[in-house]
């Protein structure tokens, strides 16, 4: 009697994953056997509630490699995922202020309005946090905190059929009209938007040049891949197989720089090739999926962020979201196979 194959579903975010190459050239498919492995695209479902797995982790057999403040937003609702590894993919992150405003630094933001997205009617707003912490990194940086300053909601409800545009474009369109006094950006999206209206802004500060990387964190530094602990105990064998494929395809982009960039961009039609290598300018040596101390840490601390600043429904123990051992077989895994070859 022939088994009944094992469903896999995965999910990414961000573009800049190992995940994304290894799906898009066919990597990932080519290492399960269809007899013995049904994959499955999230993001290709017709069913609602299967694409709202990439947010609450829903799905007990999906590997999601993304944005940070989701998976620990599930984890500390008390999801049972494990975190298989991490990423750190710095990526552009900037304050910007009015050109014609009289605010030049940083410390003149003391008192002043910034510009925070509300999103209506979503699972978690994923957004909103990565705002709060943008600023609050920047701040941090001249002495302040979030009671030296005023944040101001921009409401965009998309059940009412608000169509915000670009992440980031509701803020830069208050900033504009001068309900708020500076506007946090980042991903490609924000890089886009600074570009576009270059001659009407004025950059604060680029976080993503600032040499601590504990102020370069957020929503998409670092990165986790996560998976149910019930799925790595059943299946520990594919476990360690899809996350060879990730390894591999982060050495291949080592090896391919430029097509490393192609092929992130490629996920975003609308940046194009320069503005996503702009935008993550350590890209093709960042995709390797770690569990290095300051990896970890890092981690721990957007969770200690997000729970201190009311987005989470409860703490939990860094550590025990970490499981070691997947990665390490892994790695001993393509090791193997490059020695073979």
């Known amino acids: 009697m022939s088994k009944i194959p094992v469903d896999i579903w995965y999910t990414r975010c961000g573009g800049a994953t190992a995940s994304t190459l290894a799906i898009q050239k066919g990597w990932l498919a080519a290492e399960f056997d269809p007899a013995e492995v049904t994959l499955q695209s999230l993001r290709d479902s017709n069913e609602r509630s299967v694409r709202e797995s990439h947010y609450d982790h829903s799905i007990t057999s999906m590997f999601r490699e993304g944005g940070n403040i989701p998976p620990i937003w599930a984890r500390a609702r008390g999801a049972d995922t494990v975190v298989l590894g991490i990423t750190w993919v710095d990526e552009f992150q900037s304050v910007v202020v009015r050109a014609d405003s009289d605010i030049r630094d940083l410390s003149q933001l003391k008192g002043k309005r910034l510009a925070v997205p509300l999103y209506a009617g979503i699972t978690i707003d994923f957004q909103r946090g990565a705002n709060f912490h943008g600023f609050a990194n920047a701040l941090s940086l001249v002495g302040l905190g979030r009671d030296d300053v005023e944040f101001v909601d921009v409401v965009i ?23 708020v006094d500076a ?159």
């Open 183 to 341: 506007v946090f950006l980042r991903q490609a999206s924000g890089y886009k938007l600074a570009a576009d209206r270059q001659p009407h802004l004025r950059e604060l500060i680029r976080l993503t040049d600032v040499p601590d990387p504990f102020k370069r964190i957020n929503n998409g530094t670092p990165r986790p891949v996560t998976v149910h602990r019930q799925f790595l105990d059943t299946h520990p064998d594919l476990v360690v197989r899809y996350l060879s494929v990730l390894l591999r395809a982060s050495d291949w982009a080592v090896a391919n720089p430029e097509g490393a960039i192609a092929a992130i961009a490629e996920e975003d039609a609308k940046v194009g090739v320069a503005i996503t290598a702009a935008t993550f300018p350590k890209l093709a040596t960042s995709l390797r999926p770690r569990l290095t101390a300051e990896y970890v840490a890092g981690l721990e601390a957007q969770k200690n962020f997000l729970r201190d600043w009311g987005f989470l429904a409860g703490d939990f123990d860094i550590q025990d979201w970490i499981v070691e051992g997947p990665l390490a077989e892994a790695e001993r895994l393509v090791a193997r196979a490059v020695a073979a070859e």
């Open 157 to 179: 409800d998309r059940a009412a059929g608000d169509n915000p545009g670009p992440s980031g474009s509701a803020e830069l369109a208050a900033l504009a009209t001068g309900r």
